[in-house]
């Protein structure tokens, strides 16, 4: 039971670049989020999904587009990657939207 | 919209003494209240969650208590060791937008 799982854990970009992290979990849960994590700004949600098949804003979610591409995998995609991007990502997943949320490792993104 | 504030950021205590983590927010109408821990370079761990009709949750050294009326919680640590030095995070959810809230943390140093 592997839990919430995130690839890469690491990626250096160049600006206008781009690429997609990728999320999955085996604990059959519903809901999946994204998080970005930055000094002194604490988590902030990026995009979530309630249940497979939809997909909702957070509250950063310029620059940033997702799929749920099943129950188990959420991912993340930076079409044109920008230095403000550089961050720590963190993928989340719960049984119900506001239940217990479980954290995958993160992926550290910088963007020169 | 709802703010949540740790204070202070930083803690350093030695081991064997108890503590108290402070969580504050500014919207009383919340679902649940959440606790977790991150140590450097991971991903959040949940440690309780409190419902919103619930005073404290218990898990071993670990006592949370919610007190909405004055929109604040508490983090007891009972005993504490070197282990529990990590970042320590609350966060909140309110009814009709069940989307975590983070505070930016307390990052907390036991001293052997």
């Known amino acids: 039971n592997a839990g919430v799982t995130q690839t890469p854990k690491f990626q250096v970009l160049k600006t206008g670049q781009s690429m997609t992290l990728q999320c999955a979990q085996d604990?059959?849960?519903?809901?999946m989020y994204w998080y970005r994590q930055d000094p002194g700004m604490g988590l902030r949600l990026i995009y979530y999904?309630?249940?497979?098949?939809?997909?909702d804003k957070g509250e950063v979610p310029n620059g940033y587009n997702v799929s749920r591409l099943n129950k188990r995998e959420f991912s993340l995609r930076l079409e044109s990657a920008a230095p403000s991007q550089t961050s720590v990502y963190f993928c989340?997943?719960?049984?119900?939207?506001?239940?217990?949320?479980?954290f995958g490792p993160g992926t550290r993104l910088t963007v020169l | 919209k709802q703010e949540v504030t740790q204070i202070p950021a930083a803690l350093s205590v030695p081991e064997g003494e108890n503590l108290v983590l402070n969580c504050s927010f500014t919207?009383?109408?919340?679902?649940?209240l959440q606790w977790f821990r991150q140590d450097p370079g991971k991903g959040l761990t949940s440690l309780l969650l409190?419902?919103?009709?619930?005073r404290e949750q218990t898990s071993g050294r670990l006592n949370a208590s919610l007190d909405k009326s004055s929109g604040r919680s508490t983090l007891y640590i009972a005993a504490s060791q070197p282990g529990d030095s990590a970042t320590y995070l609350c966060?909140?959810?309110?009814?009709?937008?069940?989307?975590?809230?983070f505070g930016t943390g307390t990052r907390l140093t036991i001293i052997p």
């Open positions: 409190i419902q919103s009709s619930q």
């Open positions: 604990m059959n849960h519903n809901s």
């Open positions: 966060a909140v959810s309110n009814f009709g937008n069940e989307k975590l809230t």
């Open positions: 989340a997943s719960s049984e119900a939207s506001a239940d217990t949320q479980y």
């Open positions: 919207d009383s109408a919340i679902y649940n």
């Open positions: 999904s309630a249940s497979e098949g939809t997909t």
